[in-house]
């Protein structure tokens, strides 16, 4: 892995905190407020998003601060969402999207999933294929409108 896909991946936020980073302001944040405003350590900032290009500012005294509209408009750009294709997995082991192969197909309750090894590292591997129960709340919901 290169050194900025390192940085790329090191910085990828949950769901939680990607919404977080949509309400920021149009303020400058220093490291320790930016981390408690959406819930990351504030070394993270300068060990990961500073080196991979985030938009910042500096003091006299090396101070570090981040503009939070500046830092969601680059977020947002640096950081998409994998769109994978109907062959392919991500192994969260090995953090790579991989080429399914030997797939067994297999069905707990309502949820429907793939089922293989990891060609990089060996581990299983699940792709989630179908949640009948999502389809089936969506219906019941047409159906009460």
């Known amino acids: 892995m290169t050194d900025q896909a390192e ?67 680059w977020y947002e750009e640096n950081y998409q969402k994998r769109i994978l294709e109907k062959d392919q997995a991500y192994c969260v082991s090995c953090k790579q999207i991989v080429k399914m192969s030997n797939t067994e197909r297999n069905q707990k309750g309502n949820l429907t999933y793939y089922s293989f090894s990891c060609p990089i590292c060996g ?14 709340d969506q219906q019941k919901e047409l159906e009460t409108h």
């Open 123 to 136: 581990r299983k591997v699940i792709r989630f294929i179908d949640a009948k129960r999502k389809k089936d």
């Open 7 to 73: 940085y790329i991946h090191q910085g990828r936020l949950n769901g939680s905190q990607r919404n977080k980073v949509k309400g920021l302001f149009d303020m400058l944040y220093t490291p320790k407020e930016f981390g408690e405003e959406i819930g990351i350590n504030p070394d993270q900032v300068s060990r990961v998003y500073v080196p991979a290009g985030c938009p910042h500012t500096k003091d006299k005294q090396n101070h570090i601060f981040i503009n939070g509209k500046e830092f969601k408009t």
